[in-house]
């Protein structure tokens, strides 16, 4: 069944159906931006959920900071964020073109909320580099916090910034069938069915 399909039994009337896909657009925003500059890893469909409501969430936070997990050499996440072609068929209340204009408000809505981390950038590194002691192994150097410099491209100005999200935007969605693969891939070995 598809996000949108299975949104659309647990919201009975038009009203609680358009408050579900708004909450799985802003939320679909946050989750696709947050993961990108902090490089959480294992964007598996077991690690993606998503509430009746709507809101899309992720439950596993093991690998971050460009961490990423490899299988026989082969490196799993092959795109910069999550953004599958069933999300946006959500985005688009059922339509798969991404020139609809849901579609457009949602990126720029993950353009704004880049824009406003990267506003924060220098807090953000100053909270991670103070986490360094904390033990986690994946944030144990100096070394560990030029991931979010690379994802935040602080030494960029804001146009050239916004340019280069859009780029991995692009690149997310034009090779969400690799996550789509990937997906296929790790519900095969684990016995899920869809």
Same mark, same amino acid.
């Given at each position: 069944?598809?996000?949108?399909?299975?949104?659309?039994?647990?919201?009975?009337?038009?009203?609680?159906?358009?408050?579900?896909?708004?909450?799985?657009?802003?939320?679909?925003?946050?989750?696709?931006?947050?993961?990108?500059?902090?490089?959480?890893?294992?964007?598996?469909?077991?690690?993606?959920?998503?509430?009746?409501?709507?809101?899309?969430?992720?439950?596993?936070?093991? &690998?971050?900071?460009? /961490?990423?997990?490899? *299988?026989?050499?082969? @490196?799993? =996440?092959?795109?910069? %964020?999550? !953004?599958? &072609?069933?999300?946006? /068929?959500?985005?688009? *209340?059922?339509?798969? @073109?991404? =020139?609809?204009?849901? %579609?457009? !408000?949602?990126?720029?809505?993950?353009?704004?909320?880049?824009?406003?981390?990267?506003?924060?950038?220098?807090?953000?590194?100053? !909270?991670?580099?103070?986490?360094?002691?904390?033990?986690?192994?994946?944030?144990?150097?100096?070394?560990?916090?030029?991931?979010?410099?690379?994802?935040?491209?602080?030494?960029?100005?804001?146009?050239?910034?916004?340019?280069?999200?859009?780029?991995?935007?692009?690149?997310?969605?034009?090779?969400?069938?690799?996550?789509?693969?990937?997906?296929?891939?790790?519900?095969?070995?684990?016995?899920?069915?869809?």
């Amino acid at each position: 069944m598809s996000s949108r399909a299975w949104l659309k039994e647990s919201n009975k009337t038009d009203a609680e159906l358009n408050k579900a896909i708004e909450d799985f657009t802003l939320s679909c925003a946050g989750y696709s931006v947050a993961t990108y500059v902090l490089g959480v890893a294992d964007r598996h469909s077991d690690n993606i959920m998503v509430k009746r409501t709507g809101q899309l969430f992720h439950i596993d936070f093991g &690998h971050i900071l460009g /961490h990423f997990k490899e *299988k026989f050499g082969f @490196r799993r =996440e092959r795109v910069p %964020f999550v !953004l599958t &072609h069933d999300f946006v /068929h959500v985005i688009n *209340k059922g339509q798969t @073109r991404k =020139e609809a204009i849901e %579609f457009q !408000l949602f990126q720029e809505r993950c353009e704004q909320a880049f824009l406003i981390l990267r506003k924060h950038g220098s807090l953000i590194l100053s !909270l991670f580099a103070m986490m360094i002691s904390t033990g986690l192994p994946e944030l144990s150097s100096e070394k560990d916090l030029n991931y979010l410099r690379d994802t935040l491209v602080l030494e960029m100005s804001q146009e050239d910034a916004l340019t280069h999200f859009r780029s991995k935007f692009d690149e997310a969605l034009g090779n969400s069938w690799k996550t789509s693969l990937n997906w296929a891939t790790h519900n095969m070995s684990k016995n899920n069915t869809i």
